[in-house]
Antibody
């Protein structure tokens, strides 16, 4: 099982980024997926989750209305569209494999770093 | 939002001794509780789910217990590779994590 995130970078407050997660080594559409972020040196925060076919999603209150999770099962890929970014969104964003929208995560990617700074 | 509180923040243990980590939920999460281990520079690794179910490949010295609002992760006979930060996570509602317990060498 491999989960490889990409798309992180430096962006100004108010800007947008789209994160991607490419999955391999398992049947992608058998699983729900999620994004979990971590400020370096700090704890974990669930950001968003999606079920196997994209028909059900969930968001943390801190990102609701600004972030959108989606998936393309034909491409074995998970996405996170992040708009109206704030300084407090600065973190390492992990892609993780679960079962449903609200779930534990049995496999994690190494993460992609998002820095929101002027 | 369900708040998860872990204690202690830091636990100093000698190799070979037992470590007991606690996690409390602000409301009942039934048995929808997972524990993760994270080492510096690495992604978290699942060690326990459904409060007490072990993960394939995780040593049997890792044991989870509890239900409702009170949970415990016990690591019997700590090995050098067990020193890390441990997080609990509830998934009864929108997932939330505890702030972590660092298990360090005494």
């Amino acid at each position: 099982v491999q989960l490889v995130e990409s798309g992180g970078g430096v962006v100004r407050p108010g800007g947008s980024l789209r994160l991607s997660c490419e999955a391999s080594g398992f049947t992608f559409d058998d699983y729900g997926m999620g994004w979990v972020r971590q400020v370096p040196g700090k704890g974990l925060e669930w950001v968003s989750g999606i079920n196997w076919n994209g028909g059900s999603t969930g968001y943390a209150d801190s990102v609701k209305g600004r972030f959108t999770i989606s998936r393309d099962n034909a491409k074995n890929s998970l996405y996170l569209q992040m708009n109206s970014l704030r300084a407090e969104d600065t973190a390492l964003y992990h892609c993780a494999r679960g079962s449903t929208v609200t779930t534990f995560f049995d496999k994690w990617g190494q993460g992609t770093l998002v820095t929101v700074s002027s | 939002e369900i708040v998860m509180t872990q204690s202690p923040a830091t636990l100093s243990v000698s190799p070979g001794e037992r470590a007991t980590l606690s996690c409390r939920a602000s409301q009942s999460v039934s048995s929808n509780l997972a524990w993760y281990q994270q080492k510096p520079g690495q992604a978290p690794r699942l060690v326990i789910y459904d409060a007490y179910t072990g993960v394939t490949g995780i040593p049997a010295r890792f044991r989870g217990s509890g239900s409702g609002t009170e949970f415990t992760l016990t690591i019997s006979s700590l090995q050098p590779e067990d020193f890390a930060v441990y997080y609990c996570q509830q998934y009864s509602h929108w997932p939330t994590f505890g702030q972590g317990t660092k298990v360090e060498i005494k």
